[in-house]
């Protein structure tokens, strides 16, 4: 199998690929601390995937720990559909992955349409052609996982699967230890609160692109840089535009 190295692995492309990796490390390393926002943490993550993996898109599925997956995070509106396509028909490339904890990949999905007669179907109608799926696992445990989609038939270098591994190694550390510094609070609250954190942001994302007849992305894009140049949580910003009319993408 030939692999295909992403973008950005030479010269000045090489130099700003470390920058936005050590950066994106940095980022979640802060998830340590007491306080801080779930889906914004997942929602750098699945971005960096895409800024340093050469991946087309990426998103995230997290376990609630009482039998459901849900959508968390997603660098794309096509890769957020493909992912609740993914749950709804209960088949699909991360289900597995979160199912047996282990990695699980296809460097070309029409090879695989016996697998995921669905799932394939409809990758391609989003113009996607190979994933990688990635467990956030902390030994035993599995609490979600994390899907690099591509745009054409290719192996993600082993390489980008260990930097994309590391990358859910370390967030999951994160959110495991917000757990154990609030004991008295199961994991599944947390993660319930931030699976109802999106759906806001998901309504706030709405309300934007209506409003000034914008893409999702674009909506998304401007809703995150508001909340970062300002040092808000992201969910805040969003209920303030789904309920006192703020709009970010004016600033």
Same mark, same amino acid.
């Given at each position: 199998?030939?692999?295909?190295?992403? /973008?950005?692995?030479?010269? %000045?492309?090489?130099?700003?690929?470390?920058?936005?990796? =050590?950066?994106?490390?940095? #980022? @979640?390393? +802060?998830?340590?601390?007491?306080?801080?926002?779930?889906?914004?943490?997942?929602?750098?993550?699945?971005?960096?995937?895409?800024?340093?993996?050469?991946?087309?898109?990426?998103?995230?599925?997290?376990?609630?720990?009482?039998?459901?997956?849900?959508?968390?995070?997603?660098?794309?509106?096509?890769?957020?559909?493909?992912?609740?396509?993914?749950?709804?028909?209960?088949?699909?490339?991360?289900?597995?992955?979160?199912?047996?904890?282990?990695?699980?990949?296809?460097?070309?999905?029409?090879?695989?349409?016996?697998?995921? /007669?669905?799932?394939?179907? %409809?990758?391609?109608?989003?113009?996607?052609?190979?994933? =990688?799926?990635?467990?956030? #696992? @902390?030994? +035993?445990?599995?609490?979600?996982?994390?899907?690099?989609?591509?745009?054409?038939?290719?192996?993600?270098?082993?390489?980008?699967?260990?930097?994309?591994?590391?990358?859910?190694?370390?967030?999951?550390?994160?959110?495991?230890?917000?757990?154990?510094?609030?004991?008295?609070?199961?994991?599944?609250?947390?993660?319930?609160?931030?699976?109802?954190?999106?759906?806001?942001?998901?309504?706030?994302?709405?309300?934007?692109?209506?409003?000034?007849?914008?893409?999702?992305?674009?909506?998304?894009?401007?809703?995150?840089?508001?909340?970062?140049?300002?040092?808000?949580?992201?969910?805040?910003?969003?209920?303030?535009?789904?309920?006192?009319?703020?709009?970010?993408?004016?600033?």
């Amino acid at each position: 199998m030939t692999y295909l190295e992403p /973008p950005g692995h030479t010269g %000045a492309g090489a130099k700003s690929r470390e920058h936005t990796l =050590a950066d994106t490390f940095v #980022r @979640l390393a +802060d998830t340590l601390v007491d306080d801080y926002d779930v889906v914004d943490l997942l929602d750098q993550l699945v971005t960096a995937c895409v800024a340093v993996l050469g991946a087309s898109a990426a998103g995230l599925l997290l376990d609630d720990q009482k039998g459901n997956l849900a959508l968390v995070a997603s660098s794309s509106e096509e890769s957020r559909l493909l992912e609740l396509f993914q749950l709804q028909n209960n088949q699909g490339p991360c289900l597995d992955c979160i199912r047996t904890g282990t990695a699980v990949t296809s460097g070309d999905l029409e090879a695989d349409r016996e697998r995921w /007669p669905l799932f394939v179907a %409809a990758a391609g109608m989003a113009g996607f052609r190979s994933v =990688a799926a990635l467990p956030l #696992r @902390l030994r +035993d445990q599995v609490i979600g996982g994390l899907n690099l989609f591509m745009a054409s038939p290719r192996e993600v270098p082993l390489g980008d699967r260990r930097l994309a591994q590391a990358l859910a190694d370390v967030a999951t550390i994160g959110i495991l230890q917000h757990r154990s510094l609030h004991r008295s609070h199961v994991l599944s609250e947390q993660l319930q609160n931030a699976l109802t954190s999106r759906v806001v942001i998901e309504q706030a994302k709405g309300v934007l692109a209506e409003r000034g007849q914008l893409t999702m992305e674009a909506a998304f894009d401007g809703l995150r840089r508001y909340a970062r140049n300002r040092n808000l949580k992201l969910t805040d910003v969003a209920r303030r535009v789904v309920t006192e009319g703020l709009d970010p993408t004016l600033e």
